[in-house]
């Protein structure tokens, strides 16, 4: 289990328990809208604005505690901060999977930031498709 409070602490923000809540939502469910995150949370807390909501995403997002995962056409949604890896994103219906690095492309960044002379410290890597599940809907 992740420790919420460690974790916004190291990123110099205080544990409160909006806070608190919104990443215990999205560490439930993997990747979330805001719109998703607020139904999550307003459940426990039905005083919580949408507003509120909103301003501490933005915040932890610039602190580095989440991360956006934007969607073609569609709110983005937001995840922790973990290891680098690949999200593989359905245009249909928006769902996000995680996937490891492949030693392949690994070896293809780096050789391009070596060329470039550029110092790569954290990457995203968003592909952009149609999930198996999208594509039988269609071919039924």
Known sequence: MTDYAKLLKASELKATFQRMHILESIDNHGH???DAI???????HPSLSLATVYKNIILMVEKG?????PITGK???YELVKDDHIHLVCTECGEVEDRPHNINA???FSSMTKDENFSLSKQQINLYGVCAHCQEAVAS
């Open 65 to 69: 505690v989440l991360v956006e995962v």
């Open 75 to 77: 709110k983005p949604k």
């Open 106 to 108: 690994d070896a293809l």
């Open 32 to 34: 979330m809208s805001i």
């Open 38 to 44: 607020y139904e999550e949370v307003v459940k426990t």
